[in-house]
T-cell receptor
Framework: EAAVTQSPRSKVAVTGGKVTLSCHQTNNHDYMYWYRQDTGHGLRLIHYSYVADSTEKGDIPDGYKASRPSQENFSLILELASLSQTAVYFC????????????FGPGTRLLVL | GQQVQQSPPASLVLQEGENAELQCTYSTTLNSMQWFYQRPGGRLVSLLYSPSWAEQRGGRLTSSAASNESRSSLHISSSQITDSGTYLCAMELSSGSWQLIFGSGTQLTVMP
């Protein structure tokens, strides 16, 4: 099974501060994704990437930036953290073709105060 | 936009040994379906992945889809206490976008 790791596992941030969430995968997958999960809701796609040095907007990109410096690493950046960005963030990866299963990291629990 | 409705909508309580059926319905044609399991605060673990309408089996789990009814089901047979957790479905649409659309999840509790 694909190995996807995330850091930090939890973080407390202050409103207006900068937050960077990191994701690393070791399975040579081309596609990587960032989702957020809110209590009582499913996951929503924030950003994704299908190749290094390129990122694409998902369904809810506002307030987030993404960076894919290499095939293995994908970061999510909150330049000005807000209370509404308190959530659990999941990173995932999948192989190149469409119709491939996605494999998820353990999640990062972010609390913005 | 496209939506995935998951049922039971919030929670399901079973006695150990009972069978469970979870369903997802959707409003458009899908390319694949993936079922995930999640413990509170835990990662999503892929249970079954179904490209198109293929039935998939894995141990006590079976996923199936009915294209004419725009519905996919996850069957859990002989439930065990350790099956307790949240089950989420995710659909890949075939409308040109490869993105996964998630249902809101069903929390399953298996009682002894």
């Amino acid at each position: 099974e694909a190995a996807v790791t995330q850091s930090p596992r939890s973080k407390v941030a202050v409103t207006g501060g900068k937050v960077t969430l990191s994701c690393h995968q070791t399975n040579n997958h081309d596609y990587m994704y960032w989702y957020r999960q809110d209590t009582g809701h499913g996951l929503r796609l924030i950003h994704y990437s299908y190749v290094a040095d390129s990122t694409e907007k998902g369904d809810i990109p506002d307030g987030y930036k993404a960076s894919r410096p290499s095939q293995e690493n994908f970061s999510l950046i909150l330049e000005l953290a807000s209370l509404s960005q308190t959530a659990v963030y999941f990173c995932a990866s999948s192989e190149r073709d469409r119709g491939q299963a996605q494999y998820f990291g353990p999640g990062t629990r972010l609390l913005v105060l | 936009g496209q939506q995935v409705q998951q049922s039971p909508p919030a929670s399901l309580v079973l006695q150990e040994g009972e069978n469970a059926e979870l369903q997802c319905t959707y409003s458009t044609t899908l390319n694949s379906m993936q079922w995930f399991y999640q413990r509170p605060g835990g990662r999503l673990v892929s249970l079954l992945y179904s490209p198109s309408w293929a039935e998939q089996r894995g141990g006590r789990l079976t996923s199936s889809a009915a294209s004419n009814e725009s519905r996919s089901s996850l069957h859990i047979s002989s439930s065990q206490i350790t099956d307790s957790g949240t089950y989420l479905c995710a659909m890949e649409l075939s409308s040109g976008s490869w993105q996964l659309i998630f249902g809101s999840g069903t929390q399953l509790t298996v009682m002894p």
